[in-house]
């Protein structure tokens, strides 16, 4: 893995020595170039996304600085080359550990579509590895780039639901209750994780603490949101999904299904709090 963005921000030399990018605004370009490898990001985005509307006096020229001191930094066989309107950074996308994930995460959900449940809680396992820890707001506070870091935190939270269902199908329920509980805590809106959860506490007999679990989010939901639990949520007590059953990949028919509420409280773009509808298939690019 030659760029890392999921936790510190890193570029490994070809060696493997790792070397951390210093610098708010450094590690927004190279965030925002890595995002898109092979392909052009026009200077305007770039300097939009950097400086957003505290803009030095010559952006331009504070941007070529900028990249000057990115190239310095990165290995000879990773480039940002200049292109007409814009920059263009050199890389396999497998290289960086953002595409690998989610190449992973489409694997992983192809997988469990089939029923090969051992080989997609292998795949989400590797996936979820990737992760330095939690993404830290060590960019500049730009709203673009925060919205960014969301849908990554969120690919992240899929990841962990999709590696308990493929778990809860094998029959190895009890090795992911105590990383959903983690995660419930910190998404405590977020309703299709507490129905995995509840999954995975029948699936061991825990149904006591399952009907717990499913009235402290009942009693959320309508707090903070003014909604109730969805049917999945509040019949998930004492149901264990069927082997051989990828429950979270065909969502319920239009006529029926919620729609989708967000509750978001950001600070440097951290989110506190998502719900996702708990029928919403695992939504990693094709």
């Known amino acids: ?17 790792r070397r951390r990018v210093g610098g708010a605004r450094l ?17 305007e985005k770039l300097i939009d996304g950097i400086w957003g509307e505290r803009l030095p006096a010559e952006p331009v020229n504070a ?7 990115l190239r310095a930094l990165l290995p000879d066989d990773i480039a940002v080359e200049s292109v007409s309107g814009g920059y263009q950074l050199r890389v ?24 090969e449940f051992r080989d997609a809680a292998a795949v989400f396992e590797s996936a979820l590895a990737l992760w330095d820890g939690t993404i830290t707001p060590n960019t500049v506070d730009i709203p673009d780039l ?60 825990r149904y006591g603490r399952a009907r717990e679990v499913v009235a402290a989010t009942r009693e959320l939901l309508r707090a903070e949101l003014g909604v109730d639990a969805s049917p999945e949520l509040l ?28 509750s978001r409280h950001t600070t440097a773009g ?13 939504p990693f690019p094709r």
């Not at 941007?63 to 001191?69: D, I, M």
Request: with cysteine; glycine share 8%.
């Open 63 to 69: 941007l070529q600085t900028l990249v000057k001191r």
């Open 146 to 205: 925060a919205w960014q870091l969301d849908r990554i935190r969120e690919l992240r939270l899929d990841a962990v639901e999709a590696r308990a269902e493929a778990c809860v199908a094998l029959g190895r329920a009890g090795e992911v209750v105590a990383q959903l509980e983690a995660e419930l805590r910190r998404n405590p809106l977020r309703e299709s994780l507490a129905v995995r959860l509840v999954h995975v506490l029948t699936a061991i007999g």
């Open 235 to 262: 019949r998930a007590v004492g149901e264990h999904p069927h082997r051989g059953t990828y429950r979270g990949v065909a969502p319920r028919p239009a006529a029926q299904r919620r729609p989708t509420r967000v």
């Open 92 to 115: 396999d996308p497998d290289e960086v550990d953002l595409h690998r994930f989610t190449r992973l995460g489409s694997q992983g959900t192809a997988l469990l579509r089939s029923g």
């Open 27 to 43: 590690r927004t370009l190279l965030m925002v170039l890595a995002d898109r490898p092979g392909r052009t990001v026009s200077c």
């Open 1 to 17: 893995m030659r760029i890392a963005v999921l936790g510190e921000v890193t570029v490994a030399g070809a060696d493997g020595e």
């Open 270 to 282: 951290i989110r506190t709090s998502v719900i996702r509808p708990a029928a919403q298939p695992i």
